[in-house]
């Protein structure tokens, strides 16, 4: 049949709508009881002069376009889908976001992403830091001593707060009583401890032929360290 004839009932396009699909010609009965989708929300058929907003295999009307909660329009807007419903950011943000532990804001999502054949964008939830199995944004995460972002950085925590190494270094590392440096166990160091003082295991050494004392036996004089040939000399 010509395209003048609509491909299923063979009535005349002449002087009528009509729509196409897949090069053939169907006047807007046919086309509809054939090919509309069915609106998730009314459950009506999508006429084919009405626009179709299609997410995840599902389709709606312009209209029926709407936050579950709300029922505010999702068209041209981010959204969020959450157990077969759709959510505008701020109902998703209400219902599901965490809350920063330090702000007590909603830490929204990260990412925004297209994802529809028409206008709709989905919200991706990624980012924000877990602490102490409290939730917090990136930005509100932030060393006690200096106040800088920790989020990707490492951290030591001290009574419930977290401190980047420097200032958990500064405030409350041990000093080596060699070289008076801070003494930490981060990546596995090791240290000596002796009499309240402290050293790192590679300045425990003779305090007169620098030999290692690390596993050895050794004297005491005064404040030095000594080997026991040396201690004995002395």
């Known amino acids: 049949m ?19 699909r897949e090069e053939n010609s169907y006047c807007v009965t ?24 299609a997410y995840k295999g599902r389709h709606w009307h312009e209209a029926c376009f709407k936050c579950a909660r709300c029922n505010h329009s999702l068209v041209e807007k981010p959204f969020a889908a959450k157990d ?9 943000s209400n219902e599901y976001s965490s809350k920063c532990f330090h702000c ?30 409290q ?13 800088k972002q920790l989020s990707g950085q490492k951290f030591i925590s001290k009574d419930d707060h977290p401190y980047c190494l420097d200032c958990f270094r500064k405030l409350y590392a041990k000093k080596c009583a060699a070289c008076n440096k ?34 050895q036996g050794f004297l005491t004089q005064q404040d030095d360290i000594l080997c026991r040939e040396c201690g004995s000399a002395a």
């Not at 077969?84 to 998703?92: A, I, K, S, V």
């Not at 939730?135 to 106040?147: I, Q, S, T, V």
């Not at 050293?199 to 032929?209: A, P």
Request: charged share 20%; aromatic share 12%; glycine share 6%.
């Open 182 to 215: 801070p003494i930490t166990a981060l990546g596995g160091a090791k240290f000596i401890s002796f009499e309240e003082r402290q050293w790192h295991s590679d300045c425990f050494n003779c305090v007169k032929c620098s030999i290692s004392l690390v596993g």
């Open 84 to 92: 077969e419903l759709l959510l505008c950011t701020q109902c998703y």
């Open 2 to 20: 010509t395209s003048n004839h609509c491909h299923y009932c063979m009535e005349s396009l002449l002087g009528r709508r009509y729509a196409f």
């Open 30 to 53: 046919c086309y509809d009881g054939l090919f509309a989708n069915s609106c998730e929300e009314c459950k009506k058929p999508i006429e084919c002069d009405a626009k179709d907003l």
């Open 135 to 147: 939730p917090w944004h990136k930005e509100c995460f932030l060393c006690a001593g200096c106040k």
């Open 104 to 133: 007590q804001k909603a830490i929204m999502p990260g990412k925004i992403t297209r994802t529809l054949r028409y206008f709709c964008e989905m919200m991706i939830t990624t980012g924000g830091v877990t602490y102490h199995d």
